[in-house]
């Protein structure tokens, strides 16, 4: 069972996605993950020439009804919405100077793009604790 990461920190997700998975047709996976998937993300901006500036901001996956997926034997829907989450808390200020509402992001394994992103809400990015 999943327990949700605003469970184990004690603060909110620092912001929301509206998300879909590729279909591996386009160059996505085989299969959807499962809550608790560790792939990075990027956002456009992220992309310089054969470079990507990779971000360790996890998903925590929704499902129809706004609820934390809590079950990691199912897997995520190809498309919705997800909380996602800054890993190390010192990289915040570089997100919160960088990330804003209505910016397209990806789901990342390695250089693949396996899945879109929008970013729809900020919620705690700019409140939630910093590591010095």
């Keep these: 069972m999943w327990i949700p990461y605003e469970t184990r920190r ?3 997700t620092d912001f929301v996605v ?3 998975f590729f279909a591996a047709e386009e160059g996505g996976r085989k299969h959807l ?15 310089k020439g ?5 971000r360790m901001i996890h998903p925590e996956f929704e499902d129809e009804l706004g ?3 809590t079950d990691t034997t199912i897997q995520v829907p190809k498309s919705g ?3 996602m989450w800054v890993l190390f808390e010192e990289s915040r200020p570089r997100h919160r100077n960088t990330l804003k509402v209505g910016m397209k ?3 990342m394994e390695g250089p693949k793009k396996v899945g879109e992103a929008e970013i729809i809400e900020i919620i ?7 590591k010095e």
């Design 18 to 20: 509206r998300y879909r």
């Design 50 to 54: 054969s470079n990507i500036d990779l």
């Design 124 to 130: 705690g990015l700019n409140s939630n604790p910093i």
């Design 33 to 47: 993950p499962f809550q608790g998937y560790r792939g990075d993300f990027a956002i456009e901006d992220d992309f």
């Design 67 to 69: 609820n934390i997926i």
């Design 81 to 83: 919405r997800a909380r």
């Design 10 to 12: 004690n603060y909110p």
């Design 105 to 107: 992001g990806y789901f």
